[in-house]
């Protein structure tokens, strides 16, 4: 492993510390409170990036060998940003909405050194077969989708039975698109 590359995770998800962990690179996690606010006028698609960005700009103080990883997942539904849901009942909703359709999971990863910063995003599309009203609550009541963008973890239970076709990056969906993150560290940052 390339060494002495240490990054710097500035998320509270325990699904991306997991992924990070996983990569190998020393790391830790830093806990920050962010603004995910962003305009009304900007495309759907770029909303990712634009708060990786956001949240990168708040963290300024950097060893030499320290690199920060911000990111944010959104899932949108026919140009509809379908966020973290407020209570179970929009979870619900939510799934019901994404229950035979399609729908983008777009993860916008900002990574950011002394001396350089790069961001990114990934695309993944998502096929959910149709879930019947039971499944839905039954993922709802026995999982916590309210952490989760779009009400959902493909890596849970409604991923399971519910996703019947997946086009790009798994992990993008899990959290974070780690193949491209690694390729970025490697012939940027090391």
Known sequence: MIQPLKIILASQSPRRKDLIQDLGFPFEVRKFDFDESYPNNINRYDVPVFLALKKSKQIDRLNNNEVVLTADTVVIL??????????????????????????????????????????????TKIHFAELKKEEINYYVEKYQPLDKAGGYGIQEWIGMIGVNKIEGSYYNVVGL?????????????S
């Open 177 to 189: 698109p780690i193949h491209e993150i690694y390729q970025k560290l490697i012939a940027n940052f």
């Open 78 to 123: 026919e140009n509809e940003i379908l966020e973290k849901p407020s209570s179970l009942l929009e979870a619900k909703e939510m799934l019901s909405k994404l229950s035979n359709s399609s729908h983008d999971v777009i993860t916008g990863v900002c990574l950011k050194s002394n001396k350089h910063t790069e961001s990114f995003s990934v695309l």
